[in-house]
């Protein structure tokens, strides 16, 4: 499993725009990189998932650059509900010993 | 239905007790999972269940044991914990094929060892 590297916490306000930067540097040929939410006292969330370039969905955007050692996503617009800890995950898809980092603890405030 | 439900949301036991954490999904996903996670810690992966059978076991003590009746369920069966196992034990799954990074994990369920 590939090793990731993400800061500890970020803070924001609403309205504005969070990047979130995870390092991997050993990413393997075979990994996608994946981030998940987290809110207290409730299971993860996932919420995107890309191999190369740029993902987007309804809720994120996901910018993986072409020597993949590194990811950014992107969380449009942030709200108070947004405050949550965000995990990269980075792996095969065939191995299920998923393993999460230590996360980035994102607060939003007014 | 995307949803993976866990019961009970909240337990506490004593360390002599015997008790049972039940985690169940309609999604037909063949691939389930535990977790356990201390505050303010990621998760940490315990157990995986590929079509119904344990296929990793995180090393994790004997006094915790998985058990997935059929493709809906899964179980942890607790016996003498220690005080440290207090946590959020969460489950989770996903569709076997898919890898397991895209998965739908339950609320959890808060233990307490006493």
């Known amino acids: 499993l590939a090793k990731t590297t993400q800061p500890i916490s970020m803070d924001s306000y609403e309205g504005q725009e969070v990047n979130i930067t995870c390092s991997h540097n050993n990413i393997a040929t075979n990994d996608y990189i994946t981030w998940y939410q987290q809110f207290p006292s409730q299971g993860p969330r996932f919420i995107i998932q890309g191999y190369k370039t740029k993902v987007t969905n309804e809720v994120a955007s996901l910018f993986i650059p072409a020597d993949r050692k590194s990811s950014t996503l992107s969380l449009p617009r942030v709200s108070l509900s947004d405050t949550a800890v965000y995990y990269c995950l980075v792996g095969d898809n065939n191995d299920y010993k998923l393993s999460f980092g230590a996360g980035t603890t994102v607060t939003v405030r007014a | 239905d995307t949803e993976v439900t866990q019961t009970p949301k909240h337990l506490v036991m004593g360390m002599t007790n015997k008790k049972s954490l039940k985690c169940e999904q309609h999604?037909?996903?063949?691939?389930m999972y535990w977790y356990k996670q201390k505050a303010k810690k990621p998760p940490e992966l315990m157990f995986v269940y590929s079509y119904e059978k344990l296929s990793i076991n995180e090393s994790v003590p004997s006094r915790f044991s998985p058990e997935c009746p059929n493709s809906s369920l899964l179980n942890l069966h607790l016996h003498a914990l220690q005080p440290e196992d207090s946590a959020l034990y969460l489950c989770?799954?996903?569709?076997?094929?898919?890898?397991?990074?895209?998965?739908?994990f339950g609320p959890g369920t808060r233990l307490t060892v006493t």
């Open positions: 999604m037909g996903h063949r691939a």
């Open positions: 989770a799954s996903s569709q076997y094929g898919r890898g397991p990074y895209e998965q739908y």
